[in-house]
């Protein structure tokens, strides 16, 4: 699906069994997606509540998953022991519910909703959750490279599911990553290496347990499947600035 978060009415092409475009829909970005979604691995279960299992598993990196670990068949997402992503789920929602009564933390709520992305929210999320690419076009400044994400999480965290969200936005070039995954840190009142966290290659990485928001490079998304073709943990891959990729999106 096409989503372009600058327009006031959000176009994205329908389901085969009513196939049109509507008027404001990229068909120039429409080859492009089926690429990119040709590309990727089958679809795996949709995200979990946390599951039955009681395994303490405490060890687990979240690093495991992509970086030459072998995930284990008591983990849940991102490398976390089923026990560690049920507490994730209780401390996401709280924080989420704790936000509407702070007042530091209304500001920062504000200062996100006057973005243009913020009135596509339930468009961007509606489209995500029906296929599995979606292009997001809009103007720079919009809110596309720090709201996205943030909808992602926040949408479930409020179902009690943010512990199994991993999500991995790429940026071309490492400063870029830094300093959204700073921006976003900032934006949420939480230090990076929590919840949100960056990895830039080599020993560069801020990111813990916890870490549902990765901002990373090209180059180490593309280690990573070499590593593990299916991405094993990872919930959500997003590529900003898609239009500087070339062959490395199979475009």
């Known amino acids: 699906m096409n989503l372009d978060?600058?327009?006031?009415?959000?176009?994205?092409?329908?389901?085969?069994?009513a196939r049109q475009l509507l008027a404001s829909c990229r068909p120039d970005l429409e080859d492009q997606r089926r690429r990119?979604?040709?590309?990727?691995?089958?679809?795996?279960?949709?995200?979990?509540?946390?599951?039955n299992d009681d395994s303490d598993d405490e060890g687990a990196s979240a690093d495991d998953d992509w970086e030459g670990g072998d995930q284990g068949s008591r983990r849940g997402r991102g490398g976390r022991s089923k026990k560690r992503q049920r507490e994730l789920n209780v401390m996401l929602r709280e924080r989420l519910q704790a936000a509407k009564r702070d007042k530091?933390?209304?500001?920062?709520?504000?200062?996100?909703?006057?973005?243009?992305?913020?009135?596509?929210?339930?468009?961007?999320?509606s489209a995500v959750g029906?296929?599995?690419?979606?292009?997001?076009?809009?103007?720079?400044g919009c809110g596309k490279s720090t709201q996205v994400p943030q909808f992602i999480l926040d949408e479930a965290a409020a179902a009690g599911?943010?512990?199994?969200?991993?999500?991995?936005?790429?940026?071309?070039?490492?400063?870029?990553?830094t300093a959204l995954a700073r921006r976003v840190a900032q934006e949420r009142g939480e230090a990076v290496g929590g919840v949100v966290g960056f990895s830039v290659g080599?020993?560069?990485?801020?990111?813990?347990?916890?870490?549902?928001?990765?901002?990373?490079?090209?180059?180490?998304?593309?280690?990573?499947?070499?590593?593990?073709?299916?991405?094993?943990?990872?919930?959500?891959?997003?590529?900003d600035e898609v239009h500087e990729r070339g062959i490395q999106v199979g475009g």
């Open 202 to 239: 080599g020993a560069r990485k801020v990111v813990g347990p916890d870490t549902c928001l990765r901002f990373v490079t090209p180059g180490l998304l593309l280690r990573w499947l070499g590593v593990a073709h299916d991405l094993a943990g990872v919930t959500h891959v997003i590529v």
């Open 130 to 140: 029906k296929s599995r690419v979606t292009l997001v076009t809009g103007e720079t």
């Open 161 to 177: 599911r943010g512990g199994a969200v991993h999500i991995v936005i790429t940026q071309p070039r490492v400063l870029t990553a």
């Open 36 to 51: 990119l979604e040709a590309l990727l691995p089958p679809p795996r279960e949709q995200l979990g509540g946390g599951g």
């Open 104 to 125: 530091d933390a209304r500001a920062r709520f504000t200062a996100r909703r006057v973005l243009p992305a913020w009135r596509q929210r339930q468009a961007v999320l």
């Open 5 to 17: 978060l600058t327009t006031p009415k959000v176009a994205f092409s329908l389901q085969p069994a």
